[in-house]
């Protein structure tokens, strides 16, 4: 059973490029969240998708943006870079609606420079 | 007040003895809870969920919720080398919206 998949892996980035990260759920999961986590800190809730739309949204600027496809997954973009964008980035994924158990993927680790 | 909030830790537990970790929140409409385990450079790793009042037990790991206090913990028994790792608190804190709100870990080291 696969699990979530993120990629790429690592990503080094300069200030002002812009980037896109992507995602795949679990299989049979059709929810889809991302995270942001800096080091030494608990992940913050950037967004969630469901049914190709945002659900709902963190405290985070619009320079993050979100896809979702028919397929379920998702991809997280974001522009404009800031040094202080550096960070690992999660998705998690859950089986739907009234369900609250996420599982991760194993993140997508972004330097800006 | 921070929605979540840990044992700051680090906590270091000798081998074999009962590792205990402590998370408390401040929505009183939280409903579902949540620990993950952290391994350095790793993602988070669902390892116990709670949604009533009272103790769950999976294995080694217990996880107690008591809504009242807003507190929730988690014990680990006959802790190994292999439990050191962070132990993240997550909540669910807008009810019926999924959105999880995390504290900041608590880094636990096993002692051989």
């Known amino acids: 059973d696969a699990g979530v998949t993120q990629s790429p892996t690592h990503l080094i980035k300069t200030r002002g490029q812009q980037v896109t990260l992507r995602c795949s759920p679990k299989s049979g999961h059709d929810t889809v969240s991302w995270y942001q986590q800096a080091l030494g800190q608990g992940p913050q809730f950037i967004f969630q998708y469901y049914e190709e739309e945002e659900r709902q949204r963190g405290n985070f600027p619009d320079r993050f943006s979100g896809h979702q496809f028919p397929n379920y997954s998702s991809e997280l973009n974001v522009n404009a870079l800031l040094l202080g964008d550096s960070a690992l980035y999660l998705c998690?994924?859950?089986?739907?609606?009234?369900?609250?158990?996420?599982?991760f993927g194993p993140g997508t680790r972004l330097t800006v420079t | 007040q921070k929605e979540v909030e840990q044992n700051s830790g680090p906590l270091s537990v000798p081998e074999g003895a009962i590792a205990s970790l402590n998370c408390t929140y401040s929505?009183?409409?939280?409903?579902?809870f949540f620990w993950y385990r952290q391994y350095s450079g790793k993602s988070p790793e669902l390892i116990m969920s709670i949604y009533s009042n009272g103790d769950k037990e999976d294995g080694r790991f217990t996880a107690q919720l008591n809504k009242a206090s807003q507190y929730v913990s988690l014990l680990i028994r006959d802790s190994q080398p292999s439990d050191s790792a962070t132990y993240l608190c997550?909540?669910?804190?807008?009810?019926?919206?999924?959105?999880?709100?995390f504290g900041t870990g608590t880094r636990l080291t096993i002692i051989p």
């Open positions: 997550a909540v669910e804190t807008n009810f019926g919206n999924e959105k999880l709100t």
């Open positions: 929505d009183r409409v939280s409903q579902s």
């Open positions: 998690a994924s859950s089986p739907g609606l009234g369900s609250f158990e996420q599982y």
